[in-house]
């Protein structure tokens, strides 16, 4: 349970529109912080999300009346994230986008654009910064290419390199992949339950899961309602990065992430692994701190489970401090 004097804390909420860096695109930027200002500038953390799910439906999504937001801000915290282009408020690509649409290099260079607007508009030099699943592959870029704008990184069941004997060899897939695709909420929760162990659940109800989170997920997307079933479109560049991971090309070098950083996942992540996360972690080897905690009974996506998404809450809040 909450304590009382974080109950009794206002938040307020407003969305922001700026230019993306493909002229005539804007991204959405989600900004919440604490009703009744504190002397001087908050610290500033900025979410990168993952991919298929924007920010509605992952770090403003609330679990009995709290998202992962709300506890940042009721907190102290001035808290942003944004909408990949494609996704949620953002503009949508136009119909000549090829398949590298929403790639982590493409979402990298949007991350960078909200992150300096966010840094002048709040007049704070550096912010933190929260990658989940894809999006940490996204701030990876982003840390790499700009480390002087981080305090710290927080990478949440991260998307790590493949281990050497397991990279793709000359028979990989070569299936051409179409720019966008077509997601319901039937089919992540398809996923979802393929990542449990038999006879175990982390905290999430399936016909909540189907019928709240999914009323709000297909919300995001105007046009989900003319298909059938509702469906989001999603792009497809992360499905391209996958093929390029799965044959040894990581899109970032972790030893050239110079800040602060946090590796954060579930004990049954199965997309991370905790081999998988081993490795990431080895590589930070220019990291001045470096931790990586692993939240038991959690999977990929901890922070929609109730059973331990309070103890990642506090992880990682005991790290920005």
């Excluded at 704008?149 to 991260?158: G, K, N």
Aim: with cysteine.
């Amino acid at each position: 349970m909450l304590p009382l004097l974080l109950l009794a804390i206002a938040t307020k909420t407003e969305t922001i529109k700026i230019p993306s860096p493909i002229p005539g695109l804007e991204l959405a930027l989600h900004h919440e912080f604490a009703v009744g200002a504190t002397d001087g500038p908050r610290p500033v953390v900025l979410f990168s999300e993952g991919s298929l799910v924007p920010t509605a439906g992952n770090a403003a999504f609330k679990i009995d009346g709290l998202s992962w937001m709300d506890d940042l801000a009721q907190h102290g915290y001035d808290v942003w994230s944004f909408d990949y282009l494609g996704y949620g408020e953002s503009s949508r690509y136009g119909r000549g986008a090829d398949s590298a649409a929403g790639g982590p290099v493409a979402c990298a260079a949007q991350l960078e654009r909200a992150a300096r607007y966010i840094l002048q508009r709040q007049h704070v030099a550096t912010l933190f910064v929260i990658g989940d699943s894809f999006g940490t592959e996204v701030a990876g870029v982003f840390a790499t290419r700009a480390g002087d704008l981080i305090d710290r990184l927080v990478l949440f069941a991260p998307v790590t390199p493949v281990a050497p004997d397991k990279r793709a060899d000359a028979k990989a897939d070569t299936t051409p992949i179409a720019a966008r695709g077509y997601v319901t909420p039937g089919d992540i929760w398809t996923v979802y339950a393929s990542w449990l162990p038999r006879g175990e659940q982390a905290g999430i109800d399936r016909d909540s899961f189907l019928n709240v989170w999914g009323r709000v997920y297909l919300a995001t997307d105007p046009t989900s309602g003319s298909r059938t079933p509702p469906s989001v479109q999603v792009t497809t560049g992360p499905d391209v990065d996958d093929r390029e991971i799965a044959a040894g090309h990581f899109p970032y070098d972790p030893s050239q992430i110079r800040v602060p950083t946090m590796i954060l996942m579930g004990e049954w992540d199965v997309v991370a692994t905790q081999d998988g996360a081993k490795r990431l972690f080895d590589g930070l080897t220019n990291a001045p701190l470096k931790r990586w905690i692993v939240i038991g009974g959690g999977t990929h996506i901890v922070q929609l489970e109730r059973r331990s998404r309070e103890q990642a809450f506090d992880e990682v809040r005991a790290f920005l401090r």
